[in-house]
């Protein structure tokens, strides 16, 4: 029920592009439960942009756990804040700003007898974050209005996606995007480039208007092997390697399928009605991290359930096990 005195509320989520995503469900239940409230969002410098034009967020900064430190010194301007994470600094901001604090437990009897309300953070290895990161506004009786992951273009954005395909003269083809390469650190859930370069040159044999683009950041790890792909796919293939966020979501939303690897534009690619076919290392599973409530969605989760490391090669799944999906989505267009 909606609470008079919740007018202007803070949201904090200082992560990755997929965990900053993976909130927007639980942000969207709280600005559907308190609807006549005012929504503040502060995020990470590089993260906060794929939060902007969301309808049920009035405002999107950014915050870093340094810059926190000098942050909110003039007294309250916020009824209640739901804090994600355990920087410490950002939890100290919040409550300087805020009447009332949520957050996980920190494990800081100081910080947590402040609190308004907290929650130890989910331990269960099949627990979709999705569900983890709602567990904050669930301690206030805010109950879930939806499971899917929100992304919101602007008029421009799609305009500027029309224009790049007329450009490149991709309105007449069959636009497949590839997310091949994960962060560096998660290097382990890629699939190999050569696979996915196979997987391409099978499906162009059967589709010959078929024409892929290449997703990927500009650091020289991944760039090292997108570089790779698109090299191999020659006149079949646009690179928008280093594109921004925002840019890359609209041309995303243009295109006719998506596949690609458990990472952050994955995510992004989910809040678009597309099908999707994703990989998921046995580490990060499709469970835990896949797209939910979307029309149409092929996880493929590595083979290894057991005795699953990191050293569970992604080379497991093969490019048949994967061309199975293109085809039912091909055959079904």
């Keep these: 029920m909606q609470s008079e005195s919740i007018n202007k509320i803070l949201i904090i989520i200082v992560s990755r592009i997929g965990d900053t995503l993976l909130t927007t469900p639980a942000i969207k239940s709280i600005a559907d439960h308190y609807e006549n409230a005012k929504v503040t969002v502060l995020a990470h410098p590089n993260r906060c942009s794929i939060l902007e034009n969301l309808p049920f967020v009035q405002h999107v900064d950014v915050i870093t756990k340094k810059t926190a430190i000098w942050k909110g010194r003039f007294g309250k301007k916020y009824d209640l804040a739901f804090v994600y994470g355990f920087d410490k600094s950002l939890i100290l901001y919040a409550l300087r700003v805020s009447n009332k604090t949520i957050s996980f437990k920190q494990n800081n009897k100081k910080i947590d007898?402040?609190?308004?309300?907290?929650?130890?953070?989910?331990?269960?290895e099949n627990m979709h974050y999705?569900?983890?990161?709602?567990?904050?506004?669930?301690?206030?009786?805010?109950q879930s209005t939806s499971n899917r992951l929100f992304f919101s273009l602007t008029d421009n954005e799609q305009l500027f996606s029309e224009r790049v395909l007329v450009e490149n003269k991709l309105k007449n083809k069959i636009l497949i995007g590839i997310q091949a390469v994960s962060f560096p650190t998660k290097s382990y859930r890629d699939w190999p480039i050569e696979y996915f370069s196979e997987l391409c040159g099978k499906i162009i044999s059967k589709n010959s208007n078929a024409h892929f683009l290449i997703y990927g950041g500009n650091t020289e790890v991944e760039k090292q092997k997108t570089d790779k792909l698109f090299n191999s796919l020659e006149s079949h293939a646009t690179s928008l390697i280093g594109m921004p966020l925002r840019?890359?979501?609209?041309?995303?939303?243009?295109?006719?399928?998506?596949?690609?690897?458990?990472?952050?534009?994955?995510?992004?690619?989910?809040?678009f009605n597309i099908p999707m076919i994703v990989l998921f290392?046995?580490?990060?599973?499709?469970?835990?991290?896949?797209?939910?409530?979307?029309?149409?969605?092929?996880?493929?989760?590595?083979?290894?359930?057991?005795?699953?490391?990191?050293?569970s090669a992604m080379s497991d799944i093969s490019v048949e096990t994967v061309l199975e999906s293109v085809s039912q989505i091909l055959e079904n267009k």
């Design 113 to 124: 007898c402040n609190l308004y309300k907290s929650v130890e953070f989910p331990i269960s």
């Design 130 to 142: 999705v569900d983890i990161f709602m567990s904050l506004p669930r301690i206030e009786n805010i």
């Design 281 to 311: 290392h046995c580490q990060l599973k499709s469970e835990i991290y896949g797209a939910l409530e979307h029309p149409c969605y092929f996880p493929i989760d590595h083979p290894n359930g057991e005795n699953c490391s990191e050293n």
């Design 247 to 271: 840019e890359t979501a609209a041309i995303m939303s243009k295109t006719n399928m998506y596949i690609g690897v458990d990472t952050g534009p994955t995510h992004m690619m989910s809040a």
